[in-house]
Each structure stands twice: as structure tokens, then as C-alpha cells.
């Protein structure tokens, strides 16, 4: 698997430094977050907090922050409209992603197709990793704190599966989630084979699309390595 950490160098900080400002994704890239963002629950009991939406982006991303306390997230799932770049700021977060590609969306693992193998990784402060649409794909916590990731989806338009899925059973998002490009098991093993540790999951975070994406001409850009420029590279493995 190939992560990337975010990395600010030549920089000093006051002893009351809060190490994970240092993982500040709008700060990262200068995004000045939406006026009065949407803030909800999401199906893994997270807590959203939507700082661009796809109103304020030109329909191109919609970026949230999301804080989760142990435990399970998400039921796996599957986008359609939209591929997925996680980047931790606190704590760790599994991450879990299928090799097999669902393209058609009446396409479901479990019930029309077997099931898939995930593959997982645990990923801590400041790593970016990228889930392609059309793949099975979820996240948990497995520490003894809170966790807490930026997520961005592009192309935008996802805030509105989560905010018409508020209080919802897994039956009823299985059954609304097609309207808006998503695929989501009604049960945590409906759609999983098996859970196995590395693979080739998730083996190219699309690190320049990312930036590209996010506005790497942004005011305080320079300040951030990558590789010898702006982003340093800190792990690869497989």
C-alpha cells in the first residue's frame, strides 16, 4: 500500500502546540470552510461536519470532517457517482476496500455477484488514502479514543444521501441509497467475504489529482513538502 503523510518542515510551534492542528486539511490547502456548514450523524454514528458542499465548489468536491468514537463505522458500500479520498488528522482509522470492480449499480455483492474480500489497513495521523468508486469499501475504529478524518468525494453532491438518510434503518438506506449513486449492505456481512490484512487495496492514493482537485496554488502551499517539493513521502509497502 503506498500512503502519504502531509509534512510542514522549517516550522516552529509554541509549547502549547496542538500536534493534530498540524493535520488541518483546510489549513493544509487555504479552504475557507462554508458559512454555517451542515452538521449531522452519520450511518456509523459519526459526527459530520460539512465544511464544502457541492453549492460552494462548483459541483467539482464535497469535503467533510468526521469524528468517531471505537468501534464499527459504516456498513460497506459501494459509490457510484463519486470516488473518496480519506486523510486522517487524530487517532487511527481502518480502513477496509475490495479489489473488485461493481460498475453496474444493480450489481450486488452477496446477492447478485459472491461476496468480496477486503482488504485493511490501519492508517494514523496525516496519511491520505484513495477508494475508487465502484469498489466495496469501510472504515472503524479500532483504538480506545476518538478518531477523526477529513473525507472528500468528488465529484460533490453526497451531502444529500446523508442528510436524507437521518434516522433511517440499514433496510431503508439499503433500499434509498441507488437514488443517489450508493450501494449500501443492509447487514455488516452482506456484502464481505472475508476481512484479511494488506493486499493490494488501495495501492495508489491519486495523490496529484488530489491536489489538483483541492487548489495546490493555494496561499501557503509552498510551506508543505511533497516528496522534494511540496509533499514528503513516508511509507510504501505492499
Same mark, same amino acid.
Given at each position: 500500500m503506498k500512503n502519504y503523510r502531509f509534512v510542514q518542515h522549517e516550522q516552529t510551534y509554541p509549547d502549547s502546540f496542538d500536534e493534530n492542528h498540524r493535520y488541518d486539511l483546510l489549513k493544509i490547502f487555504n479552504i475557507e470552510p462554508d458559512t454555517d456548514p451542515l452538521r449531522l450523524t452519520g450511518p456509523g454514528g459519526e459526527s459530520f461536519v460539512f465544511h464544502k458542499v457541492a453549492a460552494t465548489t462548483e459541483g467539482r468536491y464535497t469535503l467533510a470532517e468526521l469524528t468517531f468514537n471505537p468501534g464499527p463505522g459504516p456498513y460497506p458500500h459501494i459509490h457510484h457517482f463519486e470516488d473518496e479520498w480519506v486523510y486522517i488528522a487524530e487517532g487511527n482509522v481502518q480502513l477496509a476496500c475490495a479489489n473488485t470492480m461493481h460498475s453496474d449499480i444493480n450489481d450486488v &455483492? #452477496? =446477492?447478485?455477484?459472491?461476496?468480496?474480500?477486503?482488504?485493511?489497513? *490501519?492508517?494514523? &495521523? #496525516? =496519511?491520505?488514502?484513495?477508494?475508487?468508486?465502484?469498489?466495496?469499501? *469501510?472504515?472503524?475504529?479500532?483504538?480506545?479514543?476518538?478518531?477523526?478524518?477529513?473525507?472528500?468525494?468528488?465529484?460533490?453532491?453526497?451531502?444529500?444521501?446523508?442528510?436524507?438518510s437521518v434516522g433511517l434503518t440499514p433496510q431503508q438506506m439499503s433500499e434509498m441509497g441507488p437514488k443517489y449513486g450508493i450501494v449500501i449492505s443492509s447487514t455488516r456481512d452482506q456484502f464481505v467475504k472475508e476481512y484479511v490484512n494488506g493486499g493490494s487495496c488501495c495501492t495508489d492514493n491519486e495523490l496529484d489529482r488530489f491536489v489538483e482537485l483541492l487548489n495546490p496554488t493555494a496561499a501557503g502551499i509552498e510551506t508543505w513538502k511533497r516528496e522534494e517539493n511540496v509533499f514528503s513521502h513516508v511509507d510504501e509497502a505492499s
Open positions: &455483492p #452477496g =446477492t447478485t455477484s459472491p461476496k468480496d474480500v477486503l482488504h485493511t489497513m *490501519t492508517a494514523g &495521523p #496525516g =496519511t491520505l488514502v484513495y477508494m475508487p468508486r465502484f469498489m466495496v469499501h *469501510t472504515f472503524s475504529n479500532p483504538g480506545l479514543t476518538k478518531a477523526r478524518m477529513y473525507a472528500v468525494w468528488a465529484a460533490g453532491g453526497i451531502e444529500n444521501f446523508f442528510k436524507a
